[in-house]
């Protein structure tokens, strides 16, 4: 990075001291971890947002969704400020939530939405994690998805029931945990398309699903391919294939390991030294577990996958034009999310945190 730009965000980091708390995601830049007070993964960064009453200004660096849950989960005289407005995320803008007000009228006409219940990833926006408060269900992240899928099968007469799932917005994330984690089967899990009338099911579809899926995906984790696993194999023999739930079932079932960003983190600091490791993951991330663990070999699981483009676009820059403003009495780019929304969104935020483990 520049010099001077690294010196002007020291400065100002200085300058503003406890006032201001700096959250950064593993998947960011590394001119911006270097200014993070905590990195962590969306589930982490929640529950440091959540900590720290004494900061006036919480700096998210990560994306749109990430710095809403903030606001939702800290004290209304604390602000969240997210560099770059433009941080949102494709998975995310997958679902709208006058589409998933449409779906839930097709599960109650199709009769099934009693027995159904709402289960959002973090990466959603804040009015549809406000939807699922509203409708009793809970928020997931990446490491604790089967948690919470065990917990909403059971509201419903348990995971041997007839009781549903709605699972937005990433259907692999969905598939996955329900099929390795829960049992389930893949004939089990329908994917619902927003895009279709009906999002695409026939009644009996709809009667017969365990799973509904939402038709999001993530462009960085849904571009690795079965191929790229069977290259790296033949390359590298003995390497040890990771990769994050949101890949695709075929991806994940041919992979060794898979786990959210925080267990792959550990997986490669657990691991023996010269031991091989494919990661299917983002660059920023992959990159940095290379150079923190020069001992093992760390390979890319497919080289022209690149960084994730909305988590880029906070840079050093952004930082320190956030900083600057607000040392100047300018606080900018604030998110705020609606009073309601945020109120229903709580709910179901919290219900994620009052899970077991
Ligand atoms: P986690 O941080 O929960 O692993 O999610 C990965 C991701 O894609 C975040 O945008
Ligand atoms: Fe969204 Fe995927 Fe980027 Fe995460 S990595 S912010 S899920 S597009």
New binding site residues.
């Given amino acids: 990075s520049d010099p001077d730009l690294v010196q002007r965000a020291r400065a100002a980091r200085a300058a503003l001291g406890s006032r201001v708390f700096v959250l950064g995601h593993h998947?960011q830049r590394d001119e911006v971890v270097d200014f993070a007070d905590v990195t962590g993964d969306s589930f982490k960064l929640a529950r440091e947002a959540a900590a720290r009453p004494e900061a006036e200004f919480i700096i998210f660096c990560g994306?749109h969704f990430m710095a809403e849950s903030a606001d939702i989960l800290t004290t209304d005289d604390q602000q969240v400020l997210l560099p770059d407005l433009a941080a949102g995320?494709?998975?995310?803008d997958m679902a709208a939530i006058h589409q998933v007000e449409d779906a839930w009228d097709v599960l109650a006409d199709a009769g099934i939405a009693e027995a159904t219940v709402p289960v959002t990833y973090m990466?959603s926006s804040a009015a549809i994690k406000a939807f699922t408060g509203r409708h009793g269900g809970t928020v997931c992240t990446s490491s604790n998805a089967h948690v919470a899928l065990k917990w909403a099968f059971d509201k419903v007469g348990g995971v041997d029931g007839t009781g549903k799932v709605l699972f937005m917005p990433d259907q692999h994330l969905g598939r996955n945990t329900a099929v390795r984690e829960l049992g389930l089967s893949l004939e089990d899990c329908v994917v619902f398309d927003p895009r279709k009338p009906n999002g695409g099911l026939t009644a009996d579809q709809l009667a017969a699903a365990r799973m509904i899926l939402w038709r999001g995906h993530?462009?960085?984790?849904g571009r690795f391919s079965v191929r790229n696993v069977l290259d790296i194999r033949a390359a590298v023999p003995d390497v040890n294939v990771l990769v994050h739930p949101?890949c695709t079932n075929e991806v994940v079932e041919a992979a060794d390991f898979v786990g959210s960003t925080e267990y792959i983190i550990k997986q490669l600091d657990a691991a023996e030294p010269g031991s091989a490791w494919a990661l299917g993951t983002?660059l920023n991330l992959v990159r940095r577990l290379a150079l923190a663990h020069p001992d093992k070999r760390v390979h890319y699981l497919d080289s022209t996958v690149c960084f994730?483009s909305?988590?880029n676009r906070i840079d050093l820059p952004h930082l320190v034009w956030t900083m600057e403003s607000l040392l100047a009495g300018r606080t900018v780019n604030r998110i705020v999310v609606d009073p309601d929304d945020a109120h229903w969104a709580k709910v179901a935020l919290d219900q994620m945190l009052a899970l077991p483990g």
């Fill in positions: 998947y994306v995320c494709s998975m995310a990466n993530c462009s960085v984790h949101e983002e994730c909305t988590m």
